[in-house]
């Protein structure tokens, strides 16, 4: 009985806290406090918003933000997975590896624009190139990292009891790594949401990025936050996915809580 | 049965024999002599247990003859073949199988598939065969039903056996206990012995065992050796000749306490110089 | 000594294959551009000819405009974010009130900001430190807030029972206990503090390697988008590495990195 007490008392001030926050932004826009004036307001948002959301571009707008992300979060998974995988196991090819990617590994995917839009002469592959280039080094590190946390204890049972190499990248490397590389797979998938909004407003035609650009344009600014709340859900509801789904593997984790 | 008997009886697989071995690490250029010059022998079917201070050398040892760590002198004979030496190539195997003291069972899986982990990847026998052969290995010792548990799901108590049984399914030569016991209380702790020597006498696998806990050495083994601290060379070996099958009635009795006196005065001085030089465990 | 000689050899093995890897990483890049697709694509000899070719004074003085509003935004994140989190982590109240408002605020990608930015503030220096404060901001008060969190409460008791008071508990305890999480939020703020700097200047085109990266491409001078992109790949290290010799300063007793 507590703990439901509790719970209605935090959300409620919660709730009570964000629509203060919402209510003070939308009285300082009125009341044209400073250049607040300049801003759009809640309601003109949630107005604009409701607008936005029925007419065919947005959801030509989403798919194409969505499709990108997706398609460069799956490649960047797919390489950087097991290329994580067997650099944090192997410390021959860690080494072989790890410092050219670390090299590259500071560029921040905004700085590839020029190039990217340079090597792809199309639109499409170099923004889902930013995006891929974006997800590609958290997934990378964390799977690394996850590899090394796998106390030696691990290897040497599995070799002991007799398992091959191979046998032991499948039974201890990839499920003592696994809890790792789900964080470094919803780390990615934000990133590459960052990725496709900045690759949209400077290079993209349609997209939730280009959206926004395209209204600050057009003078149409609520439509700006409009955009703003979209990538924010899509972003958070995609990272939350990927726990989600992966929670069944995890469940050895929560085991005997 | 007299040891001699139980000796000829076992199918004298796992003779464990130390000569002169000696392992010096050499962390950041300093030469720090783990263990040196070590020399002491294992019949098959014996239960070997090790005691000692923090840092003597005995872990060390365990690892050496589990194939993860290597000799710098000196050798380790598994019934006559060279298992670690000198530059000898580090190969853990199913032969000599480790119970580790922080305990090593899979997190990932679940208490049956880590039992039926080894003979499964070995090839050994079918799945079905394997998981029939744990199901029954779990129920001697009390285990019946939690196959499809994960390790976080059982006690500690029950971890350790499943570790063991992990181990035994496999039928190594020699059984390799890290302090598995360590973490355990008191109580449960007595009750391990009880399942372990039970386990021995279905098995009469060759143990060799090492703990800090005096009595958990005399009450377990045939031979317990006294390690000094660091640098480790056996100080003392004492002969067990308790009669098996043991139970903890023994545990008061004459010869127990005798036996007790002779390892106490063998490691109080080592704990104390150990004490005073401050030594942490190095392996 | 013998047993010094096979220390120094597996070193210089180390190193050897360290180096093999960014050879490898050129050799690559070089035989890139001999790909009928990627054409344009500078090699590694051009880019490093267009390096040494630079007018060093004013290419040094658009790396330390943006090393200037890398660093604004970022001390400024820092002080009003460090309190904050540690405020909000230790006071329940507070807590209830703010941290839905930054739960809210979080997930919208810190670049979809640049526009309002626009509007809202008159020099394009204050909207671009702005970007980068936003995007330092968040990391650091999560972190900050999950490191008070954290704290051990034995350690608290501990103290208490030794009579220490709450000013004490906050000094000796609370604050060293939080410092490796306001570090790990303070590395990952350095990473998004240069991903905005490079946008906001790309887009703003006032100064700054973004600028420069962004007209080199414009300008059709295609070394020098390496050039760019390597200059704030390198920055972006150094910052790093500095935060963590700080680090390493402040918390010598944390053994691993």
Known sequence: MTRSRLFDYKTLVGTASILCFLGLWEILVRANVYRFGLLPSPLQSLQAGLDVVTQPSFLRDVSYSTYRVLLAWFMASLVAVPLGLFIGWNRKIQLLLFPALEVLRPIPPIAWIPASILFFPAVEPSVVFICFIGAFFPILLNAKTGVEQIDDRYFHASRCLGAAPWHIFWDVVLPGALPSVVVGLALGMGVAWMGVVAAEMIAGEFGLGYMIWYAYALTRYPVIVVGMVVIAALGFGSSALIRIASSHLLRWRTAGM | MSFSKRVAAANSQGELHVEHAGKIYDPEGANVIAVSDCTFKVPAGGICVVVGPSGCGKTTLLNTIAGFDSLTSGTVRLDGEVIAGANSALQPGPDRIVVFQQGALFPWKTVLDNVTYGPVRQKKMSRKEAEARGLALMDKVGLTGIGKKFPSDISSGMQRRVEIIRALINDPKILLLDEPFRALDALTKSVMHEYLLELYDLSHKTIFFITHDLEEAIFLGDMVVVMTTRPGFVKKLINVDLPRPRNYKMLTSPRFLELKREAVEGVHEEALKAFAAGERELA | ?257
């Open chain 3, 1 to 257: 000594m013998p047993r010094l000689s096979n220390h120094m050899r597996s070193l210089t093995s180390n190193l050897l294959l360290q180096a093999a890897s960014l050879l490898l990483l050129v050799l690559v890049w070089h035989l890139l551009i001999y790909l009928p697709a990627l054409k344009r694509l500078p090699g590694p000899a051009s880019v490093a000819k267009a390096a040494i070719d630079l007018d060093l004074l004013p290419f040094l003085y658009q790396a330390l405009l943006s090393v200037y509003r890398v660093t604004a935004g970022f001390v400024i994140a820092a002080i009003i974010g460090i309190p904050l989190g540690i405020i909000i982590g230790i006071w329940q109240p507070i807590r209830a009130i703010l941290f839905p408002i930054i739960e809210i605020l979080r997930p919208i990608p810190p670049i979809a900001w640049i526009p309002l930015s626009v509007l809202f503030f008159v020099g394009i220096e204050s909207q671009i430190i702005f970007l980068t404060f936003y995007g330092a901001f968040f990391p650091i008060v999560y972190n900050t807030i999950a490191g008070v969190s954290g704290i051990d409460i034995r350690l608290i008791r501990a103290a208490r029972s030794l009579g220490a008071n709450e000013w004490d508990i906050f000094r000796r305890i609370v604050l060293p206990g939080t410092m490796p999480h306001i570090f790990t939020g303070l590395s990952v703020a350095v990473g998004i503090t240069w991903l905005m700097v490079v946008a906001a200047e790309m887009i703003a085109s006032r100064g700054g390697l973004g600028y420069v990266t962004w007209e080199a491409y414009t300008t059709q001078n295609y070394p020098m988008i390496f050039v760019g992109m390597a200059s704030i790949g390198v920055l972006g290290a150094l910052s790093s590495i500095f935060l963590r010799s700080i680090n390493k300063r402040i918390m010598p007793w944390r053994r691993r990195v």
